[in-house]
Structure formats: structure tokens, C-alpha cells
């Protein structure tokens, strides 16, 4: 279907094609000939009769009156049989009502019982007779309208009105054959046949649309055989003649990608396109390469606008859904200043709370910013306040309509003061228009509360509203159908994209055999499920029917990133085809062009030479300052540290929630600094205790919402419990070894050379002159043992060292939270501890590991002053240790593997895109 026809030139139409199929957008270039669906063929009719059109889609204020009329119903009768649904979910269950009360009218019943109709029938044409008599009570016309605007009730209406004489000279084509139509279809057609109008079965007329010429090939054997549905078990042998093609490829991109490059590299037509609805990624690439766009795709612009409609209730609810606010805060377009958006985003992705240090400095940074108005700044805090500070309400519970108004007015009044913008004036029109329907929407409710579910269904009401807007075709486009039986034309080349299941393939029946019969005995005839299979079973063979030189599935491995399961069809081809594998291809085969190397960028070779050439960099100065951890990245991974400190490339955000062992971390690292900063750790058990359950909640509100979501409430009392149990485990063991705290979060500095370095200690303890200090970690306690064993606790000694007095070297341990329990190589320490034994004393360990740090250092600083950059990833590590020699036992042990945080392994060729 050409989504752009305008209906007003469709007096002079001479020929229709009319397809059930052709609902989903088609395109067919055929001169005077005009392709309707269902409901644009419904529009035609309905304007030759002088039928008014529903001025938009009121489908959504249908819904919301039916479901005051079920209430009203109820009210009275509490024993119908959607009683409980309707109390669980009222708007499904108004939706599913309206449907079923839809295809009775469709079949024309009605809605007369006796006593012995089952009882949903009964209940049903009880409730037809209450809503009848509930229109005339309100006595509104406007209530009619709203519950007759459906396509159902337009169509009988077109139905019993309509004038044969209106059609005369008017030839209608059935796509499909009319014994497969639905029954209100079969039954139109039938009547419009008998008063004398042309209308055209493909079914009994084959060649209306024109039969291509089948050759003796693989694709005219197969094709035979599905027509006459001779398939008996035996399978057909084919010749692999590159008629009948399965492309098989890893992914949908490369299956498209190999494709628009053959056609703009072989300046041939595009073929015809079986394509899922509104896939974008064919229109991209044939643009890119210089191919004219289909118009198959939907054009994106208004999804930020649908995105804020749904995320705005998110700030009504407590606990706060996270993932929806982190969404709202990286919307494009929303009242939020995009500064403070950004900020926020960045907070609540490290610590996901809104009231931790985080959050307070995002919002101190903002609010301190040169580069943003007073006036500016002013308004951003309005809307924050607005957004942020509100009262919120139990997911469970319902919320005052008027507090609903609240958001979306406010929405209403932002969107209309833009609605002038000269870049995204589409944008804020559809926000001002979606936030309208959804306040209509709520006036039109009759209850004062709300509760989350019915708002989420409130919005995807709105939401489902809006019509799609499409890319526009451009000239030399090739023709596309989203269906396989929306194919109405033969063609010489046909290509089905994404030749994979989608959704659900089981069509269930609205309607028992018990109702069926007792509507049949009746004369109304319902279309079942076994006649839409039949008529999707037609669909699916099309393409066989219609193409006439070659057919092409192309099967991706992966779909939008996900794994696709084979369509029914293919088992199908499988089940009927002996050798299978003679038309199965890969995309490295000759099928199509393929891409010159050149223009793609290629994977760097890292064994030819194992060190990349860049500008000299002077590392060791003054004005280089490591961090402890930074000195780390900096030894083991120097690719990574010229990117972030030559070059400040640093990875984009991901703008997603820590994982839950992070954020676990965070909180347990939080609780003990609080309790050792009251001295509760010289407190005994019970002050602990009674300390310990608000503060945890507290720090759980504060940067641990995660753990508030449904679902996760053993999550949480597990945490809740390791963590005291370690706070107490902690305590326990240095009371019991005569330890004292002596500092808490203690900046150290120093120099390695001429190079400043900073780091900061969790603990640090002391008994009678002897210092000790304690790393914090949640977990990760096989990793650590095998840092003391491998000699690798770089930060550890560095504390050590940068502490107290450099000539002497401080104790130092990891306390494992998770795990309750002290690790470190130095016997002596703590009664109970997992002790890592080592040959020497722990100073000679760190005089060791001192010495070949200062030499790695040394080398490093080397290598950059003479533009010599490693890349350390597992690919290339072979190729360096065959550079290096021997002579890397004299520095610290290299990595043998890639960096874990290494954001830059797709520009290295690492990462496989």
C-alpha cells in the first residue's frame, strides 16, 4: 500500500486491488492501479456513501468508554465471567472484551441467547442490552459514536448501506482467494459479485495478476509441488541451479550489507523485497551506498516524544524503578536541562540513589558551572525540583488523579512554549499532543485514584495512537511488501529479508466449541483459527508462485543482536527437500560482490611489528601525576594511558546501572567507614546491632535502589546479613589482636623519580608501634591470593611505603567483606587469618617488588621518549614476549591476557563489531 494516497483523486479510480495482507505497507508501482487493505478499502467506502471518517484514531477514548460501561455492569452483576479479570487488569480485559464483542458483530449475530447458549454468550448478549440502554440513559450522542467508531461497526454499517451502482465500472482484484478471506470479507465480495460489480478471485481466475513461466529448474520443481500439494514424504533432489537460494549469514546487517554493495557495484535494479515492517537497516545501507531508499522504514523523529509520555509517571513511584529514570535522564528532548541530564546520569549510574555524595556533587557542579545563564540555572532546579523532589507512592498502591494531572500539564505547558523551535519543532508538537490525549484520557476516567499498571496502560493506549510516519521513496526504489502474500505482481528476482521466525506463530480461537456450535445452529459464522492458518499457509507460498528467475531467503544467525529461530517455512523446505544443501550458501560465497578489503577498515596486524609507531611522549615529568591505580594501567596496559592521558579519548558511558556486586561494594565500603568514623568498633555487639539496621537502609535509599525492586527482597536481607555478620567478624578480630583504628581514608602522596603519586588507604591500624594497612574489597578473595603469591599487590606496597617513613616498610592485608576474613602474607598479624606464605619477609617481598617497579617504570618512560607504544592484548602477547626476551624477568610479570576494562578494543581490532 502507497501510505501516501491521497483518497480525494480516488473518484476517477478504475481498478482496486484489494489484499488482507496489503494492510502492512507494500509498495507496487502500477499505473491506475490503486492497492487497498482492509481499512483504506473501508475508507474508500465509507467516503462514496458520505460516511464521516473518525477525525482521528479515537480507538484508545473507545476503549476508556467501554471499560466505564464494564463498570457500570459490574456494579450490578458480579458474576459474569470476566468479573476477576477485569478486577486484576481492566483495561486488558476492556481490550479483549471489545475484540471478542467485535468479531460476533463482524459475523452478525445479534447478541440474542436462550437458555441454552453457554455462558459467555449469555453473559455477553446481557452485556450488549446494558450498554444499549446505558447509551440512552447518558443520553449523549458522542457516546455512540465513541463505541461505534470501530472497524466493526463501520463496517456493517458500510454493509448494510452500501450500493452496488456506486461500484459500477469498478474492477476489484482479490489478492488473496476468496474462500481464504475472513468471513465478513467472503460475505461482502459474495454480495457484490451477485448485484452485478467486477470482482476478480485470483482463485478462480489465476491469471488476473499474471502467472510467471515456470522452467525446469530447482525453484519450478519445488513450486510444483507445493501447488499441487503432491508432497507425500517423498523427498524432491535438486541441482543447486541458483534458482532457489538459502543465504545463510551471521547477522542481518551482513546479509543486507552484501547485497545493496552487489547491486550499486553491478548498477542493476534492485529486486522486490519481502522485509520486516518498519526495519530501518535496509533503507540505511542502500543510502549509504548511494541506493534510493524504499520508504519501507518509519521515520524515528517522534519516539523521544512516545519515550517521555511513558517514562513520566516513572517519578510517582516508589521503590523508583532505576533503569526508567537513568532513560528519562538521557532522553534527547525532556524538560531537564541537558547539562544537568547528563551529570545526573553519570551520578546514578555509579551510585544508584539519589541521595549520596554523587548526586550531590553532579548537582553542586551544575549549579556552580561558568559556562551556563543565572537564568538558565535558575529554571534547570525548577524542573528538578519539580521532577525529583515530589511525593512518591507504593507500587502497590493507587495514586491521586490529580497528582497524574500534575505531570503531564506541566508537560503540556513545557512542549507548547516550544513548540517554535526551529530543529525539533515536530518533536514538542507531538509531546504537547500525546500529553493532551493522555489528560483527555484521565478526564475521561471516573475514578479519583490510579493505579501503576492502569497508567501504564493509559500511556501505551496514547501511545499506540499515533500513526507511523515513513522515509520518503525515492525514484528507482525497488519495489517491497512486509508480507509475503502482500507480493501481487510477478517478479523476476525476489529477496526475503530476515527469512526467520517472528513472534508468536499460534493463533488461538476467541471462542469454545461449545459457542461455535451454538452461533452456527444460529447462522452466524465465525472465522476460526484453522482458516486464518490456511490463508497464512497461502501467504507463505508466494513468492514461490510469483518469483520467475530466482528466489533468495537470507537467513541471519543474529537479528538486531539476538539469536533467530528458523521460520516455519524452512522447516518445511527441509522436510520436502532431499539435498538440502545444494542451494545453501554462505556469505563468503561468489552469491553476491563482495566489498574490496580496502573499504573496509581492517583489524590491526599486531605480529608485524609488535610495537605501534607514534610522536615521542616525555612521560617522566612533574606534571605527570599517577594515582595508584592509574600507575598500574600505566605499567601493564601503556596503549590504554596514552589514549586517556595523550589523547583524552575515554570511553562513552554506557549510561546503565552498576552491576550488583559493585554496587554491593560501594554500600559495605560506606558501612564500615561510618562505623569506625562513631568508634562503634569499640562499641559492643547490641549498640552495633541497634546502629547498624537504619544506617543499612539508609545507605540502601541512598545508592541501593536496585535492591528495593520488586523481587528482590531476599536479595536484600542476604546482603543484609554477610554484611553485619562481616562488620562484626571485623571488629571481633582486631579487638582480639590488640589493634586500634588509627586512620580512615588517608591521602597519601610521594614520588617514583620525578613523577608525584597519589593514592588513599581504607584503614589503617595500629598496636603498640606497629602499623598496619587494611585494603577493604567486597570479594574477590582467589584473585587476591594469587596477587600475594604472584607478587603483584602494587597498591598495597605503595601504602606501605608512602604511609610512614619510606625507609621502612608497613604491614599490609586485604579484608575480604564478603567473606568475613583477613588475607595477607605476614604471619603474626591476626589469629585467624588466610595467611599467603612466602619465602621471605614482607619487606624483602616489597625491597623486590620496589626495585622492579622503579625498572619497569624506567622502561616504559623508554619506550614512549622513543614513540615505541605497546599494545598488550592476548592477540598480540606471543609477538612481545618473543621481542622482549629474556629480559622481562627483570621487571615486574607482564599480563598475559587484555586489559578488563580496556574501552578501546574495538579500535585495536580486538573486538569483533
Excluded at 530447482?218 to 500439494?229: C, S, Y
Excluded at 523532589?389 to 505531570?407: D, I
Excluded at 549498640?687 to 528495593?708: C, Y
Excluded at 589482636?737 to 588507604?761: C, M, R, Y
Aim: hydrophobic share 40%.
Amino acid at each position: 500500500m502507497n501510505n501516501n494516497i491521497n483518497f480525494s483523486y480516488l473518484y476517477t479510480m478504475q481498478k482496486i486491488i484489494f489484499g488482507i495482507s496489503l494492510d502492512a505497507s507494500t509498495f507496487h508501482e502500477k499505473e491506475g492501479v490503486y492497492f487497498f487493505g482492509q481499512k483504506d478499502f473501508l475508507r474508500w467506502l465509507e467516503q462514496q456513501l458520505g460516511f464521516a471518517w473518525p477525525a482521528k484514531n479515537y480507538q484508545w477514548l473507545r476503549t476508556t468508554f467501554f471499560r466505564k460501561v464494564l463498570f457500570a455492569y459490574l456494579a450490578e452483576k458480579q458474576d459474569v465471567f470476566f468479573a476477576n479479570s477485569f478486577e486484576v487488569d481492566s483495561y486488558g480485559a476492556t481490550e479483549a472484551i471489545l475484540a471478542l464483542r467485535d468479531e460476533l458483530r463482524l459475523a452478525l449475530w445479534n447478541f440474542e441467547s436462550d437458555e441454552n447458549a453457554p455462558k459467555r454468550l449469555k453473559d455477553l448478549s446481557d452485556l450488549e442490552a446494558f450498554t444499549n440502554e446505558f447509551l440512552i440513559k447518558k443520553g449523549k450522542p458522542s457516546y455512540s459514536r465513541i463505541l461505534n467508531n470501530g472497524f466493526a461497526d463501520r463496517f456493517i454499517e458500510v454493509e448494510s448501506d452500501l450500493d452496488a451502482e456506486i461500484l459500477q465500472g469498478v474492477e476489484i482484484t482479490l489478492v488473496e482467494p476468496l474462500h481464504l478471506l475472513p468471513v465478513h470479507w467472503q460475505r461482502f465480495f459474495k454480495s457484490l459479485m451477485d448485484e452485478g460489480v467486477t470482482v476478480l478471485d485470483k482463485d478462480l481466475i489465476p491469471s488476473v495478476l499474471g502467472e510467471p513461466k515456470k522452467e525446469r529448474n530447482d525453484l519450478g520443481a519445488l513450486t510444483k509441488i507445493i501447488q499441487e500439494q503432491s508432497f507425500k514424504g517423498e523427498k524432491v533432489k535438486l541441482k543447486g541451479d541458483g534458482s532457489l537460494l538459502i543465504y545463510q549469514v551471521p547477522r542481518d546487517y551482513d546479509g543486507i550489507e552484501s547485497i545493496s554493495f552487489h547491486y550499486q557495484s553491478k548498477q542493476k535494479e534492485l529486486p522486490f523485497f519481502i522485509m520486516p515492517p518498519e526495519l530501518k537497516l535496509p533503507d540505511l545501507i542502500f543510502e549509504s551506498d548511494g541506493l534510493p531508499v524504499s520508504g519501507n522504514s518509519s521515520v524515528s523523529d517522534l519516539r523521544p516524544s512516545q519515550q517521555l509520555i511513558k517514562l513520566a509517571h516513572s517519578f510517582l513511584w516508589f521503590p523508583v524503578d532505576l533503569g526508567k529514570i537513568l532513560e528519562f535522564l538521557n532522553l534527547p528532548y525532556s524538560p531537564l536541562h541537558n547539562h544537568l541530564s547528563a551529570r545526573l546520569g553519570d551520578a546514578l549510574q555509579q551510585r544508584p540513589g539519589f541521595d549520596n555524595d554523587n548526586w550531590a556533587h553532579a548537582l553542586s557542579n551544575f549549579q556552580n558551572s561558568t559556562h551556563i545563564e543565572d537564568e538558565d540555572k535558575a529554571k534547570a532546579m525548577f524542573e528538578y525540583r519539580f521532577w525529583f523532589e515530589r511525593k512518591t507512592y507504593s507500587q502497590k498502591a493507587r495514586v491521586p488523579k490529580a497528582e497524574v494531572f500534575s505531570l503531564y500539564q506541566h508537560l503540556v505547558a513545557w512542549a507548547k512554549s516550544r513548540l517554535g523551535s526551529t530543529y525539533a519543532g515536530a518533536i514538542y508538537h507531538s509531546i504537547y499532543r500525546l500529553s493532551l490525549d493522555l489528560l483527555d484520557l484521565l478526564d475521561a476516567l471516573e475514578e479519583e485514584t490510579v493505579s501503576l499498571l492502569e497508567l501504564e496502560k493509559l500511556t501505551q493506549i496514547v501511545i499506540q495512537a499515533t500513526p507511523a510516519t515513513f522515509k520518503k521513496r525515492e525514484v528507482g526504489a525497488s519495489n517491497f511488501s512486509q508480507n509475503p502474500g502482500a507480493i501481487v505482481f510477478p517478479a523476476k528476482e525476489i529477496i526475503w529479508f530476515n527469512f526467520v521466525a517472528t513472534g508468536n506463530d499460534y493463533i488461538p480461537t476467541k471462542c469454545v466449541k461449545k459457542e461455535i456450535d451454538f452461533l452456527t445452529n444460529k447462522g452466524v459464522i465465525l472465522t476460526l483459527p484453522a482458516s486464518q492458518n490456511k490463508l497464512r499457509r497461502w501467504m507463505r507460498y508466494q513468492p514461490f508462485y510469483l518469483t520467475q528467475d530466482r528466489l533468495i531467503f537470507v537467513v541471519p544467525e543474529k537479528v538486531e543482536g539476538k539469536y533467530a529461530d528458523k521460520h516455519p517455512l524452512h522447516f518445511e523446505l527441509e522436510a520436502m527437500i532431499e539435498n538440502i544443501e545444494v542451494i545453501t550458501v554462505s556469505n563468503k560465497s561468489d552469491l553476491f560482490a563482495q566489498r574490496p578489503m580496502e573499504n573496509v577498515l581492517p583489524k590491526s596486524d599486531f605480529y608485524e611489528p609488535p610495537l605501534t609507531q607514534i610522536n615521542p611522549v616525555e612521560v617522566a615529568s612533574p606534571d605527570n601525576q599517577f594515582s595508584v591505580t592509574g600507575l598500574e594501567t600505566f605499567l601493564y596496559y601503556p596503549h590504554t594511558w596514552v589514549l586517556r592521558k595523550q589523547m583524552k579519548l575515554y570511553g562513552s558511558s554506557l549510561k546503565k546501572i552498576k552491576e550488583v556486586n559493585a554496587i554491593m561494594g560501594n554500600i559495605a565500603h560506606k558501612a564500615f567507614e561510618l562505623m569506625m568514623l562513631k568508634e562503634l568498633h569499640l562499641a559492643d555487639n547490641e549498640e552495633i546491632s541497634e546502629w547498624f539496621g537504619p544506617i543499612f537502609m539508609n545507605l540502601i535509599k541512598a545508592e541501593g535502589l536496585p535492591f528495593l525492586e520488586y523481587g528482590k527482597e531476599p536479595d536484600l536481607a542476604a546482603f543484609r546479613k554477610k554484611l553485619f555478620l562481616s562488620l562484626l567478624s571485623f571488629v571481633h578480630a582486631i579487638r582480639e589482636n590488640g589493634w586500634k583504628v588509627v586512620a580512615l581514608e588517608e591521602t597519601l602522596t610521594g614520588k617514583l623519580g620525578v613523577n608525584p603519586i597519589k593514592g588513599i588507604t581504607d584503614v589503617v591500624l595500629e598496636r603498640n608501634g606497629q602499623f598496619l594497612i587494611v585494603d577493604l574489597k567486597w570479594g574477590g578473595k582467589g584473585y587476591r591470593k594469587l596477587m600475594f603469591k604472584n607478587k603483584e599487590d602494587i597498591q598495597l606496597m605503595l601504602y606501605a611505603k608512602y604511609f610512614g617513613k619510606e625507609t621502612e616498610w608497613l604491614d599490609t592485608c586485604f579484608y575480604i567483606i564478603k567473606d568475613s576474613l583477613f588475607l595477607t602474607r605476614q604471619d603474626g598479624l591476626f589469629k585467624a587469618a588466610d595467611l599467603v606464605p612466602a619465602k621471605n619477609l614482607s619487606s624483602e617481598v616489597y625491597d623486590e617488588m620496589y626495585g622492579k617497579l622503579l625498572k619497569t617504570l624506567d622502561w616504559r618512560f623508554e619506550q614512549l621518549k622513543n614513540g615505541q607504544l605497546e599494545l598488550r592484548i592476548t592477540e598480540s602477547i606471543p609477538a612481545l614476549d618473543e621481542l622482549y626476551g629474556d629480559s622481562i624477568f627483570e621487571l615486574l610479570p607482564q599480563r598475559t591476557e587484555s586489559y578488563m576494562f580496556d574501552d578501546f578494543g574495538a579500535l585495536l581490532g580486538e573486538v569483533d563489531s
